[in-house]
């Protein structure tokens, strides 16, 4: 059973409503304007703009759960105002609630020194600079991340780092000043799962380059700057060492289950919004004699994409207040699930209004085409498809196995018919 909106949730999704319909939407084509005419390593003039506006009306840094220095607000309560938030690619950087961001952020608070938290965590609150997060590498299969090669060796008080990474979210931000970097200090551990660590990594320690930014279906650095990065005999000291060697998969697994959470909010909203696109379209557009939205494959879709969209909220919600209620390691069935169903979701409902808008859809003028390239990214973001059906299939087996299992049994038992009465 999902608990009705709070009062405070409902206040916040009205101011924030309030903020997206005056800033947000009318600054979302000088947006897409800025990113490709700048570029994916500069700073973009309209999200240093508006941060300031969206700190004074009080929407700020709103995903930090259990915290003093956030909005103190369960993912359950977040996940409504992300949803919000996830209409536009513009919108989460500009409250402070972006990917890398916040869970880079979740995990300095966790596990971070009180010194990393005066030098990393405060500015990062204060919007002043960014983070990326390294853990995706060229040479090996990263949806298993056991496969991780990234060298990270002690030598006396410092920890020597020497990594190729690729799809390292933030990294091309000038505003990027620290990385918290993945990588194995104890590669002979027989347990594969404790050969990994987690770092902080200032990044202008000498040593690393960014070497490209990648593009996401042919965008550059929206909305979350994948790029490729160099670490060469990176030193940087043992202090920066998080919670400590061999715990990299116990921090993950902390940082990605409300992560999750976030992607599949925020790709709710964008679904909505593309579903609203196709609506309007349709009802503009008049093919073979008829509105569009009066063919009946177009109602269809429209129907069928209501159908997920509500579908997919309503398991997330749940999969968030089971994590409020039980904690992520006994949420792990539906954190799983959502990131299988959201992503599939957004990219169908993203193809179907592409196929309404026609042409026009593929371009970038209607951000059909962006949509669905981030539903698609987001098949393989936080681990792939495959590896969540996979896991998930494993606890439901686990579910049916033990010592009691009786083993199946036919639901109607075999009876003997009745005999044939004899003439």
Known sequence: MIPDKSPRVIELETRLKAFMDEY???????FFREAEELGPFS??????????KAREAGLWNLFLPESERGAGLTNLEY???CEIMGRSFLAPEVFNCNAPDTGNMEVIERYGS???KKRWLEPLLAGEIRS??????PAVASSDATNIEAEIRREGDEYVINAHKWYTTGASNP???ICIFMGKTDPSNPDRHKQQSMILVPMDAPGITVLRSLPVFGWYGVPDRASEVKFENVRVPVSNMLLGEGRGFEIAQGRLGPGRIHHCMRSIGQAERMLEAMIDRALQRVAFGKPVADQGVTRERIAEARI???QCRLLTLHAAHKMDTVGNKEARSEIAMIKIAVPNMLCKVSDWAIQVFGGGGTGNDFGTAMAYAMGRVLRLADGPDEVH?????RMEIRKRKGPNHPGWEPMITARALPQQASE
């Open 79 to 81: 996940g409504h105002l």
């Open 132 to 137: 990326c997060f390294a853990m995706t590498e």
């Open 114 to 116: 009180d010194e990393d």
């Open 43 to 52: 700073v973009f003039p309209v999200i240093d703009e508006l941060k300031p």
């Open 389 to 393: 059906r996979d896991q998930l299939a």
């Open 308 to 310: 997920m969209i509500d």
């Open 175 to 177: 505003a990027c000043k």
């Open 24 to 30: 947000i939407y009318p600054n979302e084509a000088r």
